[in-house]
């Protein structure tokens, strides 16, 4: 191996070892066969890409899975190899910066969740059938991409099960044909993505559909019915109330996705959650979670973080919308959440910077909390009215983009005033947690 093919760029210190800055993917086509029963999948991916620098090699992420083949721009290239998930692709003749080019990779194998500093992530085996729940990192452990963020690109995933499975992805199914035992499932998305918010999940399911002006998919276990249904079922007021208060839902559709298998955790991708079996439940627990992953769609995968380092832009925000489901739905108002989650948090450790808060702490839950009570201390100083304005502003500027803690912050400096900076600096950056405003 020449030492010029060795992996060298890493796009950020939360995720090291993933994303390459020099090149953004506009689109992924993915074409994929699975079986469910061997967990065998081959794929061919064909990635339409844009040079951010003039190019003599570019990287992209794929862990676990082999390479059998790669073009750039329908050529072999000069030379390609894939080490430390890395595959490493030097074409041709260089690709002069702005040139759009276009990559194709035939791969295979026993797809696996990929490790990470904080855990596993991506493609998993069910009982009976498949989640894909990457993030952070785990988009690589299903296809090669440039797996950061802020790159964000539209996709056609077309995947092809035996017939007796139904496979949910992102997008708009556009069609379902069958080919012998099998079923091709072609799914579009045409909103930009994070490679992390991209998913499959295959199951033996059965689903319920609102007829609401966003539809909203129940997907449940063959047979779950009724009851499952049911737990649901507030998914529709929830959207109601967001809707009013973070402004008009991004997507086309919604869709909840229930496995049959307990998971540990509900996991969001764009346009649609997966919920283990044991969410289907009426306590607040629960249902709060129900309500977590809905509110995701404004924050993380319409306004998506460029860092990681500003997960509180999505946990933040997604914690503060169960504050106000919870009081939308007769439970304790938004104000009480705040203070009870406020005296909760005092008495634990304060060791952790919310606006830069470490990969070892960017999924902790007083991470959550710290978020929703910078949003309550926010809305406490500025009042309802400017508070819910702005969160409207934040999601209409942005929306379907890439953002920074600094741009919201600026945005509330624009329509709040200046003096927020100061409470932003405290809740931002000091370790020990801040008081909360009087009411
Ligand atoms: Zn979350």
């Known amino acids: 191996m020449k030492p010029s093919l060795a992996a060298t760029t890493s796009s950020d210190p939360y995720v090291p070892g993933h994303g390459d800055l020099s090149f953004d993917v506009d689109h992924y086509l993915l074409e994929l066969e699975y079986n469910v029963e061997s967990n065998r999948l081959a794929g061919r991916a064909t990635l339409t890409a844009t040079a951010r620098q003039d190019l003599d090699r570019f990287e992209l992420d794929l862990y676990h899975l082999r390479v059998s ?9 000069a030379k390609h190899a894939h080490q430390k998930n890395r595959l490493i692709i030097r074409p041709r003749s260089p690709i002069a910066t702005g040139d759009s080019f276009t990559v194709s990779v035939a791969y295979a194998g026993s797809p696996r969740p990929m490790p990470g500093p904080d855990g596993d992530a991506g493609w998993e085996e069910l009982a009976d059938g498949v989640i894909v729940a990457s993030q952070p990192h785990g988009a690589p452990s299903w296809f090669p991409c440039n797996d950061r963020p802020s790159d964000k690109a539209t996709y056609e995933i077309e995947t092809t099960t035996p017939s007796s499975y139904v496979v949910v992805a992102n997008g708009v199914l556009e069609s379902r044909r069958r080919r012998a035992g099998s079923t091709v499932w072609r799914h579009v998305e045409t909103s930009p993505m994070a490679t992390y918010l991209a998913t499959i999940q295959i199951g033996r399911y059965e689903q319920a559909e609102t007829d609401t002006a966003i539809p909203i998919r129940t997907v449940y276990p063959a047979g779950a019915g009724e009851v499952t249904i049911e737990m649901f079922a507030r998914q529709a007021e929830m959207m109601a109330l967001f809707v009013r208060r973070f402004g008009p839902y991004p997507f086309e559709a919604y869709t909840a996705v229930i ?3 307990e998971l540990e955790i509900p996991l969001e991708a764009q346009g649609l959650s997966v919920f283990g079996s044991n969410f289907a439940t009426s306590a607040w627990e629960h249902q709060r979670l129900i ?15 460029g860092h990681w380092r500003d997960i509180w832009l999505h946990e933040g925000f997604a914690c503060y919308a169960e504050w106000l489901w919870s009081e939308e739905s007769g439970g304790p108002t938004a104000h009480d959440q705040a203070d009870r989650h406020w005296h909760l948090l005092e008495e634990l450790p304060q060791d952790l910077v919310l606006g830069d808060p470490g990969p070892d702490l960017m999924f902790d839950d007083r991470l959550y909390k710290r978020g929703a009570l910078l949003l309550h201390a926010l809305r406490r100083t500025v009042g309802d009215d400017a508070f819910f304005q702005l969160l409207q502003a934040w999601t209409t500027r942005y929306a379907k983009g890439t953002v920074t803690t600094e741009q919201f912050v600026a945005l509330a400096a624009e329509r709040c005033g200046a003096s927020v900076g100061e409470l932003f600096d405290r809740w931002l950056r000091d370790v020990r947690l801040p008081e909360l405003p009087a009411s």
């Open 69 to 77: 083949k790669v073009t750039v721009d329908g050529a072999a290239p």
């Open 259 to 261: 496995t049959e298998d």
């Open 291 to 305: 309500a977590h992953e809905l509110a995701h769609q404004w924050f993380g995968n319409s306004l998506t973080l």
